[in-house]
């Protein structure tokens, strides 16, 4: 007999007759466009037929259960309450209207699920959650619940350590070695716009229907052994775990791991035998956890180390180099320098990720990956019968270097408003140009490369390759080929800072870096634009979540602080009022012919000087679109920098 499922708020089915099925299907046909799932409940009606059992379902975490999102649970039932899989033969456009809209509900519903997760300790006190396991016992814990505890030292992982460039080198690697006809799997952090970024596998960010069958499993596994000894993991360790899962279950042939934060304590350490582990450049960050000293946080990366596990690294500061090696000595294990990959012999070498920086992380990337290859037997399928000397790069690795991907590091966008925005089709030389350059370092040393990378970038005059996506893609979506305008003399070329950085960062560190890098290279901001941070530190969003357009005021507090330091520095002295760092001052945006003059001729007397407080990201990319667009003959290249979260709002906004 046909059935009919009903799907009310508490998940109650009901049978009803073929006779009634085939007239409430014929009436759908005409009604359906008047339906609103949330006010009639209604899942589908169709003929189904039984294709196989399976052992797990999906279900909603229980906090959703009563809750006023009825919509969320309502649709999600026709998906995950039924122990069993069953094919739909239905109207293909109500079906995939269907399906799309019920991924889209539930995977929002993953990201709360997720938002649960975020803990609000300060970071130093992260090692302690609650309960009374440590963080790697607890770790061991859950993957045992997840019965990943075997299966987890049957994965052959790349481990990489470091404070700045462990995320391009993770990316170098998964690149190399699926050129090199792997089946691979990537773990990151942070994710700019999906949380999906974080976890890859053949280089491609994880399906949302993957991603959110192995959610709700681990989700249920977990939450159904919650104790008060044993909590709920906290954000990046359930992250964590889910990566290992989904790179168990897709049977990855190489697993490339990047460290959250630290090493010795981080959730990823729970890995005992690595194939071969990796240390990037180190520098001073983090240093309310791992210490404020460079041999304090050497110490807490090489606790990645492990026995008979191979290390490599790159040149480091002595303080650093010397705890390094004194840790491989205690575990007697070799750790070997990567030297940056020769920039004269590989002239004709175009590295995926901008900046000369990246030669250095791509040098460590190429030894990682020659020593995985020996390590699992893999040497003379991959490079024949070439002997193993550091100069040879085989053209699978050359291949990998240059298309790896890496959103948010030395990446090059190019917005056109007029075209994306507007209906009316106007010519391409009509209006001006605008080009965002996103990094978001956040540490000195980082700032030192990134000031480099924007210095290099916009004297070239050209489009060099962004980090995240190829050219082709990147101009379809900000919907044009940029195109030869006026000639140099009629192009009013400005360079504008937009930034913003937690406020555990020093701004006294950090812009000294950047305005003496910069100007040791000919490089000078006309203006700098302070802005608050659109992203929300306690809640997940993904790619489709909505941005509102007006986002209500915040309290500039931090963003004044930053702008009087920033214009302490210009000028050599303290001309900020008190008046002026007051946010209630701030009512208008500039206007737009703030950006024409140059620093050298600003007036400290003046309200908007050579820097400005923006009362919000949206309206900021807003005015700058208005500005270009008011003047034809307006270059502007915006820097955006200070954080990664800041860099993930303006991709958002540039997506939208």
Known sequence: MGVMWIMHDNCH?????????????LML???????????????????????????????????????????????????????????????????????????????????????????????????????????????????????????????????????????????????????????????????????????????????EDKFLFHFWNCWNLLKDKVSDDLPMPPLFQFLAILAFKIFISEQVDVAIIEVGLGGKRDSTNVIKSPVVCGVTSLGMDHMDVLGDTLGEIASHKAGIFKPEV??????????????????????????????????????????????????????????????????????????G?????????????????????????????????????????????????????????????????????FSIATKEGKILPTSAQPFEDLSYKNGFFPHERQSNADVISKRILLFNCMEVRDPHILFPQLVSTCSSLGTHF??????????????VTSGATIIPSDISAKDLTWQFKLQHTWEKIVHGKDFMSEKSNKAENLELLPPFNFLYEDITYCNPSRRFSCSAVMPSLPLTIKWLRDCVKENPSLHLQVLVTGSLHLVGDVLKLLRR
């Open 29 to 207: 046909s005409h009604i359906k466009p008047l339906l609103k799932c949330e006010v009639v409940g209604i899942s589908h009606f169709c003929r189904r037929k039984r294709l196989c059992s399976c052992k797990s379902t999906w279900h909603l975490p229980h906090w959703s259960v009563g809750s006023s999102n009825t919509k969320v649970l309502r649709i999600s039932c026709s998906k995950m309450a039924s122990p069993v899989i069953e094919k739909a033969e239905v109207d293909d456009n109500f079906k995939n209207n269907e399906q799309d809209f019920s991924l889209s509900l539930s995977y929002e519903a993953a990201m709360e699920a997720l938002s649960s997760l975020i803990t609000r300790q300060n970071r130093k006190d992260r090692s302690s959650v609650g309960g009374k396991y440590g963080k790697l016992e607890r770790m061991s814990i859950y993957l045992k619940i997840m019965g990943l505890e075997e299966k987890i030292n049957e994965l052959k992982i790349i481990h990489v350590a470091g404070t700045k460039g462990k995320g391009s080198t993770c990316a170098f690697s998964e690149a190399i070695l699926r050129e090199s006809g792997f089946r691979t799997g990537l773990f990151t952090s942070p994710h700019l716009i999906d949380v999906r970024e974080r976890i890859r596998v053949d280089g491609l960010d994880i399906s």
């Open 526 to 539: 006309s203006k700098a634009l302070f802005v608050p941070s659109m992203s929300t530190y306690n809640r």
């Open 310 to 383: 191979p290390a490599f690294t790159v040149p480091q500061l002595s303080e650093a180099m010397d705890v390094l090696q004194e840790r491989a000595a205690e575990l007697k294990i070799s750790l070997k320098i990567a030297e940056p990959l020769d920039l004269k012999r590989w002239m004709g070498l175009k590295l995926s990720l901008s900046g000369e920086h990246q030669f250095v992380n791509a040098g460590l990337a190429v030894s990682l990956c020659k020593c995985w290859l020996q390590k699992t037997g893999n040497w003379d399928n991959v490079i």
């Open 385 to 453: 019968t070439k002997e193993d000397n550091e100069g040879y790069i085989p053209e699978a690795f050359l291949r990998g270097l240059s298309t790896a991907r890496l959103s948010g590091r030395a990446q090059i966008v190019h917005d056109t408003p007029l075209v994306l925005h507007s209906s009316i089709n106007v010519p391409g030389d009509t209006m001006g140009k605008l080009v965002y350059y996103l990094d978001g370092a956040h540490s000195p040393e980082s700032m030192e490369a990134c000031a480099k990378w």
């Open 13 to 25: 089915l009901f049978l009803f007759p073929l006779v009634w099925q085939v007239f409430c299907y």
